[in-house]
């Protein structure tokens, strides 16, 4: 969570969350800062798993073959055929 009383009018807003940004006080400012804190790591940690979240998080469909995985699925379980080609 962020630190400080957002007494600083210069900070401005997280580029992530749009809330205003408060100083920090256990570590030094720098004046460029754009992220709060907990949004900073939030972000890297959704790049590092990005593999993952991108179909979880960020609503990324998989896509078999050329074609999205769910209307695959639906096209098996309605006992359509599907051909796969290797090139
Ligand atoms: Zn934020």
């Known amino acids: 969570m962020p630190s400080g009383i957002y007494s600083d009018p ?14 920090l006080n256990k570590n030094s400012d720098f004046s460029n800062r ?21 179909y979880t998080k960020f609503s990324h469909k998989r896509i078999i073959a050329g074609e999205i995985e769910d209307e695959l699925r639906s096209k098996l ?10 090139n």
């Open 34 to 54: 754009q992220f709060h804190i907990s949004c900073w790591r939030t972000l890297v940690s959704d790049l590092k798993n990005y593999n993952k979240r991108a």
């Open 77 to 86: 379980e309605n006992g359509q055929s599907i051909t796969i080609s290797f």
């Open 10 to 23: 210069n900070l401005g807003e997280c580029k992530l969350c749009k809330k205003k940004l408060r100083p």
